[in-house]
C-alpha cells in the first residue's frame, strides 16, 4: 500500500476522545476500586475525578502525571500524531503546570499498515513535543488490531499555583479557551460531505497547545480549570460542578464554535457523533438546557479531541485573565458564570 493512499480513520471504530468510555459507564468501573491506599503526598488521585494525578515533591512543588491515547480522528498519519500527543500533554497545562517529558503509547495492526506509517505518527508526535518544549524520550508498543497512539507525560507545579477541577466559587466568571465542534466536523468528514476550510480550521485548533495554561496557573485569582475533551463541555463542567457543589451556567449564543453556521448544517445534516448520544445519556439529567435547543444542547454534549482550557475566575482577575488569553491568541470572552447550586449545568439562549 502506498502511503498517500492510506487513510487511518477507515482502520478505527472510534474516533479520537470520542473513543473515551462514556461518563456514566466509567463510573461503574471506577467505582470497582477498592479504597485508595493512604498517602499524604498524594494531592490529587483517581478519586478527584481532575486531569492528572498529583504528588508532593516536598520541596514547594509537585509532580504531575498524566496519559491519555486514542484511536485516529484524522486521516494524515502526521496529523493525528500531533494531535494525539497535544491532547495528552493538555492534562499538564490543566492543572497550572508544565510539562517535563513524554513516554509514547503506540498501537499499531502491523497486519495491515506498513511500519512507516507508524513512523509517521510518532514524528507527528514528537514535533509536538518539540513545540512545547520536552523530549519525547521513550515508549511502548503493541500489535493491536486498531491503531492507537497517545503519550504518558511527566510535568512539575508550584504548589501554590496548583489548578484542580474543583474551586469554582459562586459569581465566578467562565472562559473556555478554545471553539467547539470538533466531534461534529470530524463526522462530517467521514460522512464525506465536510468543507476543506472547515476541516482545516479543527485540525488548527486540536493541533494548538494549551500552553496558556501555565500562564493562568500564575493568577490567584483562577480558581479552577480542567480542559475539555470527550466528555464535551457539559460533562467538563459537570465534574467542576460537583467537585465544589455549584452550578455552571453557560449562555448558549455566547460559546466559542468553529463555525457556526457550518456546524448547524452539519448538525441538521445528521452529522453527530455517537460520543454525543452516550455523553447525554450519562448526564443529561443533570444538564439544564431550557430553551436553549437540540443545536447547543448537541454542541455541549460534543466530544472535543484536543480541546479548549475551562476556567473559572474571581472577578477582581477578569482583566489580567483576558489579557493573558489574547496575549496567546486564545478565545478571551466570558461564556457563562458560577451560580448557587448542587452541581448542574444550565444553558440559556
Not at 57 to 82: E, K, N
Not at 275 to 287: I, V
Not at 297 to 324: I, K, W, Y
Request: charged share 20%.
Amino acid at each position: 500500500m502506498e502511503q498517500e493512499q492510506v487513510k487511518l480513520t477507515q482502520y478505527s471504530h472510534g474516533a479520537g476522545c470520542g473513543c473515551k468510555i462514556a461518563p456514566g459507564v466509567l463510573d461503574q468501573i471506577l467505582g470497582q476500586l477498592g479504597v485508595q491506599a493512604d498517602d499524604s503526598k498524594l494531592i490529587v488521585g483517581h478519586g478527584a475525578r481532575d486531569d492528572a494525578a498529583v504528588y508532593d515533591l516536598g520541596d514547594g512543588t509537585a509532580a504531575v502525571s498524566t496519559t491519555d491515547f486514542f484511536m485516529p480522528i484524522v486521516d494524515d498519519p502526521y496529523a493525528f500524531g500531533r494531535i494525539a500527543a497535544a491532547n495528552a500533554i493538555s492534562d499538564i497545562y490543566a492543572m497550572g503546570g508544565k510539562p517535563l517529558m513524554a513516554i509514547a503509547i503506540l498501537g499499531w495492526p502491523v497486519d495491515k499498515l506498513a511500519p512507516e506509517v507508524a513512523g509517521q505518527v510518532l514524528e507527528g508526535g514528537r514535533s509536538i513535543c518539540a513545540e512545547a518544549g520536552i523530549p519525547l524520550a521513550g515508549g511502548h508498543s503493541i500489535d493491536s488490531p486498531e491503531p492507537i497512539f497517545g503519550l504518558a507525560v511527566t510535568g512539575r507545579v508550584t504548589l501554590s499555583k496548583l489548578k484542580k477541577n474543583g474551586g469554582a466559587a459562586i459569581g465566578d466568571v467562565l472562559y473556555l479557551t478554545k471553539p467547539l465542534g470538533v466531534g461534529i466536523v470530524t463526522t462530517a468528514q467521514k460522512k464525506g460531505v465536510v468543507e476543506s476550510s472547515h476541516l482545516a480550521a479543527a485540525q488548527a485548533n486540536m493541533t494548538r497547545l494549551n500552553k496558556v495554561g501555565a500562564a493562568l496557573g500564575d493568577i490567584q485569582g483562577v480558581h479552577a480549570m480542567t480542559d475539555v475533551t470527550g466528555f464535551g463541555l457539559g460533562g467538563h463542567a459537570l465534574e467542576m460542578a460537583r467537585a465544589t457543589g455549584v452550578d455552571l451556567a453557560f449562555e448558549g449564543s455566547a460559546l466559542p464554535l468553529l463555525d457556526r453556521e457550518g456546524l448547524a448544517k452539519y448538525h441538521a445534516a445528521g452529522c453527530i457523533p455517537g460520543g454525543t448520544r452516550r455523553n447525554f445519556a450519562s448526564y443529561g439529567q443533570h444538564l439544564q438546557w431550557g430553551e436553549a435547543g437540540e443545536f447547543i444542547r448537541d454542541v455541549v454534549c460534543d466530544p472535543q479531541t484536543s480541546g479548549g482550557l475551562l476556567v473559572s475566575v474571581h472577578p477582581s482577575a477578569q482583566d489580567e485573565v483576558e489579557r493573558v488569553l489574547q496575549d496567546e491568541g486564545c478565545y478571551s470572552r466570558p461564556i457563562g458564570e458560577v451560580v448557587e447550586g448542587q452541581g448542574q449545568v444550565r444553558l440559556s439562549t
